[in-house]
């Protein structure tokens, strides 16, 4: 049996619109009434994320002094994860025919993402993905899961996933961030990660995945192609 284990946010999800919508919010909330701050573009803040910029350091880009750095990121902690801006999230461009592939293929299908139930739950519906994860393949945070940090947190989910089920005898893994290559190399399974997400490729190429793709449609096709 052939087992495909997909990142959530980044392979299937495009969160960019959220996180800047997240990062607006705090720039008005932090700035002193009559400051004056640098408003990042969202194409400019996102190449930010992608490359691996810190919040500190966008804070400081963004026009803050010393004293306002540390309120910015701990609102922009506090909220990103958080309704109502879940509501600004869309899906990848193929992702949804990539995953019509997979369950055709009769490949065992997971998702592991560093969501709580209820915020992955949310999205399935919206999406209407519920059909391609059954419970039993939904690998997520519970709601009261106190996170530390995800490339720590994650390779705990995919050792409980190792643990739950049955072995497989192909599995790759597919994900956007150094959380999933850490996770996928800890327990020797095959990792591609896509330049649709949170990471450009110069990062993602700095943690050596086995193979670095465009998008998750890319993934799928050269996972059914060698298996
Ligand atoms: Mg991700």
């Known amino acids: 049996m052939l ?12 969160v960019s619109e959220r996180y ?47 004293s306002q750095v540390a309120d910015f990121v701990k609102l922009r902690k506090q909220t990103v994860h958080t309704q109502p801006y879940f509501q600004h999230d869309t899906l990848i461009p193929g992702a949804m025919e990539a995953l019509l592939k997979v369950q055709l293929a009769g490949v065992d299908l997971l998702v592991m993402t560093m ?3 209820r915020e992955l739950d949310y999205a399935l519906k919206k999406f209407d993905l519920e059909r391609f994860f059954p419970e ?40 956007d961030t150094e959380a999933d ?11 591609m990660a896509v330049e649709s997400g949170i990471r450009d490729r110069q990062s993602l190429e700095f943690f050596q995945p086995d193979l670095i793709v465009k998008d998750f449609a890319s993934s799928v096709d050269l996972f059914l192609k060698a298996n």
Request: charged share 30%; proline share 3%; glycine share 2%.
């Open 115 to 117: 969501r709580r139930v």
């Open 136 to 175: 039993n393949r939904r690998y997520c945070l519970s709601n009261d899961y106190v996170k530390t940090r995800d490339v720590e947190d994650k390779p705990l989910l995919m050792a409980r996933a190792l643990k739950e089920l049955h072995p497989a005898s192909n599995t790759w893994m597919v994900g």
């Open 181 to 191: 290559i850490a996770s996928a190399k800890k327990y020797n399974i095959k990792v």
């Open 3 to 14: 087992r495909l284990i997909t990142d959530f946010d980044g392979p299937i999800i495009d």
């Open 20 to 66: 800047y919508q997240v990062y607006l919010l705090c720039l008005e909330k932090t700035r002193r009434s009559n400051q004056t701050v640098q408003e990042l573009s969202k194409a400019e803040f996102w190449r930010m994320k992608r490359s691996r910029i810190s919040e500190t350091q966008i804070a400081i880009t963004s026009g803050f002094d010393d």
